[in-house]
């Protein structure tokens, strides 16, 4: 089989060494790829947004099947390109990725079937929403409709702090378009636990749970990054926990897109905070999360391949999704400065021993030389019986692997760790 695998991050190294297990799959392209996950594919050099060019490609290399895992393309409709050229996919197609790309839309989804979530208003006027922020209770958090990189939301501590955030995102265009409409939102306590669920809009089968380290510093201080670390499964998410996520979130929104025209088939995201009055949806994600995706699918039983192609066939029931019961750590090594200011072209240096379990993000290859070209750089996972192990084993490959500048967070997993006790 030939697979084409839209986009270049670790996430999607993570899907490609996946794949690489499956007997059947004879050649993967990644589009663009990046330069350590030439090491593992065929990178072409078509961005992931380019839609008119992935399909071309797509169509002239006889692709058997492809598979989206940026927001952009799918928000774009990479999916529907695709398959009205006959290609089958793994992804949303536009109508349910916008579950991702609008959130007044999926607030809107929320209230409409009586999903938890935090109470909110929705704005497209500058004034009526400075006027809100006026009296509403605080902290209250801001966040921007469209995509925005995962930068568009700001948790406002002050009335201040709430103001100069919707003038940045209506009045400046901080984040362009995606900031027209904002919602601004209840501020909700609690531990945050990503699940990654496969979904062909009639069975959902949740992936194991996760926890991201979103934010630059140890002691989730300092600015949101892409996310600098993750481990699964996430202790605060109990058995007792994902029953009620299950009946209380996961099946209506399946449902809810269902009877909205919107059948939602891919992996669904579900960013979720355990309240104390239970859980809530804080986002959905209409795609594989990242870094989640490198501590999740590493843990993956089953072959990753059928599981898609059961969903795009609309089989999932009859298909099994089996994980392992042993726990993972990812460590992102980042370039020092992310996510503001960050020099690029130092050389990386990876012991081959450990190549397996680095999932490669922001690198180029020049003259065979892997060159770092982004602010997170790449991830190492490891896998052991228990959580203490898989992040010492972490930590200590990446002390083995080299870079100038190179920064990342020392306390990946000690969250978890307390958890558990
Ligand atoms: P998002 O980009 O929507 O995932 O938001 C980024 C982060 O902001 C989340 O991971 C949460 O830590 C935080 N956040 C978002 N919404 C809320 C909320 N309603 N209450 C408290 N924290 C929030
Ligand atoms: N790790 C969060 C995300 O993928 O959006």
């Known amino acids: 089989m030939k697979i084409l695998v839209v986009g270049g991050g670790g996430r999607e190294h ?47 290399e006889s692709i058997d099947y492809a598979v989206v895992t940026p927001d952009d393309p799918l928000v774009l409709g990479c999916v529907n390109a695709l398959e009205e050229k006959g290609i089958p996919c793994f992804g949303p197609r536009a109508e349910a990725a916008i579950i991702e790309g609008s959130k007044a839309f999926s607030k809107e989804l929320m209230k409409k079937y009586g999903i938890p979530t935090a109470e909110f208003r929705t704005f497209d006027n500058l004034e009526k929403a400075l006027s809100y922020v006026e009296t509403c209770p605080i902290p209250t958090v801001v966040k921007a409709d469209g995509l925005a990189l995962g930068k568009g939301v700001i948790i406002a501590q002050t009335r201040e702090e709430a103001k100069s955030a919707l003038i940045s995102m209506m009045q400046d265009k901080a984040f362009g378009k995606s900031g027209d409409t904002v919602v601004i939102e209840e501020f909700l306590t609690g531990p945050e636990v990503s699940v990654l669920a496969f979904t062909d809009g009639k069975t959902v089968k949740p992936m194991v749970s996760s926890m991201d380290h979103k934010r630059i510093g140890d002691g989730d201080k300092g600015l949101n990054t892409g996310g600098m670390g993750t481990i699964a499964p996430n202790p605060y998410y109990s058995e007792a926990i994902a029953e009620r996520c299950m009946k209380e979130i996961f099946i209506p929104t399946i449902e809810a897109m269902n009877k909205e025209g919107r059948t939602f088939k891919g992996c669904l995201y579900f960013g979720l905070m355990i309240t104390e009055n239970g859980p809530k949806v804080i986002e959905y994600n209409c ?22 192609q059961a969903v795009t066939n609309g089989s999932l029931d009859e298909c099994e999704v089996k994980f392992s019961d042993k726990k993972a750590c990812c460590v992102i090594m980042a370039s020092r400065g ?8 130092y050389e990386i240096t990876i012991p081959e021993d450990i190549q397996d379990r680095v999932f490669v993000a922001g690198a180029k290859l020049e003259n065979e030389k892997l060159l770092t070209n982004g602010g997170r750089v790449l991830g190492v996972t490891e896998i052991r019986k228990t959580l203490r192990e898989a992040i010492e084993a972490s930590y200590k490959d990446v002390e083995r692997i080299n870079f100038e500048n190179a920064y990342f967070r020392k306390d990946i997993g000690a969250k978890a760790l307390l958890a558990e006790v």
């Open 14 to 60: 993570a899907v490609i060494k996946k794949f690489k297990e499956n007997k059947e799959v004879e050649e993967i392209f990644a589009l663009p790829g990046n330069g350590g996950i030439a090491k593992d594919a065929k990178c072409v050099d078509i961005g992931a947004t380019d839609i008119e060019k992935i399909v071309d490609f797509a169509v002239k």
């Open 338 to 345: 992310y996510p503001v200011k960050y020099g690029k072209g």
């Open 287 to 308: 795609r594989f999360g990242d870094p989640e995706t490198q501590v999740v699918l590493p843990l993956l039983e089953s072959d990753l391949l059928e599981i898609m």
